[in-house]
């Protein structure tokens, strides 16, 4: 079956999204962004209909989803919009950059009847997916303590840091609501949501720009203790994720492109290979995931509920390192 698929903004991720999507080879795509320019050459290069707004492009024919890739502080008006003209929604993360608008998207939802999700890409990681699985499996016992570890130089990946949403926690920027939120969601997403935590952030290295590009934070997950440490400045990409249980630890290491496991008593980890063959590839899974939710079947996508829990975490950690204060989740 094709999907009638509506791109909404195609800066970096919306291009990737339009790009996977039509990897899928079960949806007709459709792009819009507010910049002009960017929107001829995109729709031109991926040969789609290009609109200049949302209003447009709704007007102009039916879709049945919409996935959304502007900035997070348009993310949710634009969901409303769209479950308004009875399309399914997929948001980039992180949902928003306020929690006031949750109620107007959750009412949305119930109103249209339709499928919503938030393209947190964890949950497409096979890695990440596998040790999930392997926990909940319950062979190591109860999950006590989890260490995150996680860095990687924006610079390299993103030159363009200094022109885009990144500048202004208005608009979703800084460390905490742009590479944090993808790590404590794939925490919740394991031991569930964290309620508690205190947060010290900084501006410690990245030029052109005042926002944290450094955070440690201290939580608690239910029963589980939680620790990350997390920059956007350091020379290796790596991300380090390990949930030690009552009988042996996991470890997930994105560097390495694996997961592995110690049970009390082994001399050593096991590993297990969990390649990524490109990038590409998680969103193309997560592209499929949201076209199976849309035919009413079940998918890994992270719910709105769990991205709402994930919008407090982030939150939190902003308040949290603003007044250094530790705060509390309800
Ligand atoms: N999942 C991931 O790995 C990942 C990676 C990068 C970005 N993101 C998220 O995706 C979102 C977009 O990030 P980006 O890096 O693509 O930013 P970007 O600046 O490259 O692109 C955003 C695009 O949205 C357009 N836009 C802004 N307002 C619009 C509106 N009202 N209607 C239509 N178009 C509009 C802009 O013109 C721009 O082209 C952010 O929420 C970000 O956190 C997720």
């Not at 291009?15 to 031109?44: I, K, M, P, W, Y």
């Not at 890695?127 to 190591?140: D, H, T, W």
């Amino acid at each position: 079956m094709s999907h009638r698929i509506l791109i909404v903004g195609c800066g970096s991720i919306g291009e990737r999204h339009l790009r996977c999507f039509q990897r899928t080879g079960r949806a007709e795509l459709a792009v819009c962004d507010v910049n002009d320019s960017l929107l001829a050459t995109v729709s031109q290069r991926y040969q789609v209909p290009g609109f200049r707004d949302v209003g447009a492009a709704l007007a102009a024919g039916s879709y049945d989803g919409v996935v959304i890739c502007s900035p997070a502080h348009t993310h949710l008006g634009i969901a409303v919009q769209a479950l308004r003209h009875g399309a399914g929604v997929l948001i980039e993360k992180p949902l928003s950059t306020r929690i006031d608008d949750v109620d107007a998207l959750r009412s949305a939802v119930a109103a249209a009847g339709k499928f919503a999700a938030v393209a947190y890409v964890y949950h497409f990681i096979p890695g990440v997916a596998a040790m999930r699985e392997f926990l909940r499996g319950g062979s190591l016992g109860r999950p006590l303590q989890v260490s995150v570890v996680a860095g990687q130089h924006f610079p390299t990946f993103r030159p363009a840091y200094r022109e885009i949403y990144y500048t202004r926690h208005e608009t979703g920027g800084g460390a905490i609501q742009d590479a944090l939120t993808h790590v404590a969601n794939a925490v919740e997403w394991l031991v569930g949501p964290t309620g508690r935590l205190c947060c010290e952030a900084a501006h410690q290295a990245l030029e052109g720009v005042e926002v944290e590009d450094t955070v440690c934070v201290a939580a608690r997950n239910g029963d589980v203790l939680v620790s990350y440490t997390l920059n956007q400045f350091q020379a290796p990409n790596e991300v380090t994720i390990q949930v030690h249980c009552a009988d042996g630890s996991v470890r997930y290491e994105g560097h390495e492109q694996r997961w592995s496991v110690f049970r009390r008593g082994d001399s050593g980890w096991t590993h297990y290979a969990a390649p990524v063959a490109e990038r590409d590839a998680l969103f193309v899974s997560q592209a499929h995931a949201f076209l199976d939710g849309l035919e009413g079947k079940p998918t890994a996508l992270c719910t709105v509920e769990e991205a709402v829990q994930t919008l407090k975490f982030n939150l939190a950690a902003l308040e949290s390192a603003r007044t250094g204060k530790a705060m509390t989740i309800p």
